[in-house]
């Protein structure tokens, strides 16, 4: 039953997942970084873990690179509360710095859906990862929650991304308010043969 339902919440994901809007540079280059992840990414992390989330070079974008590498093309400044459903996925560097790596969307008091190449690199290192939620900064501010599991599609292919989806399931219960609210999801299944 969770694999189905999974599955119909792909495409809710999609837009969810890669919908969110970075913020623009004004309050410094760490608001700029966007989420470039790749599946050299695990390769990149030693033993002791990743040195940098972030994106498949295992550091954070330098503010001088050009602006089409570090900048939602066509994106725009989301407004505080805009999205209340988005989750930050955020890890612990070796240097203790919580970094932002990839992004969620809130679809139960307990559960979080991302993207399964989202967490596939990092999945042993659950005890330094944590799901944050009530803000727009990719650093800063909103309400971290610890990661209890995390379950990827059992079909996920990290070579072709088929089946990039998986579900990941906090230790406490997510507090909701104006800023922290479950995505709102169909109340029905769409037909087949009905275009979206």
Known sequence: MLKFKITCLFLVAIV???????????DGPE???????????S??????GPEDAGNSRGRVKDPEESDSETRIIGGEKAAD???????SLRIKNRNNVWQH????TI???RWVLTAAHCTEPYKQYIDRMRAVVGTNKLDSGG???ELEKIIEHEEYNKS?????IGVIKVKKDIQFDEKVKKISLPSSNTPAGVEA
Do not use: K, M, N, W
């Open 43 to 48: 390769a990149q992390d030693s033993a002791d």
């Open 16 to 26: 969810a997942i890669f919908g969110v809007s970075a913020e623009e540079s004004a």
């Open 81 to 87: 509360g805009e999205f209340p459903h988005q989750v």
């Open 143 to 145: 309400d971290q929650y």
């Open 160 to 164: 072709s991304l088929i089946f990039d």
């Open 101 to 104: 790596f990839c992004g969620g």
């Open 31 to 41: 608001d700029a970084r966007v989420h470039r992840h790749t599946r050299e990414a």
């Open 107 to 109: 679809i139960a008091e």
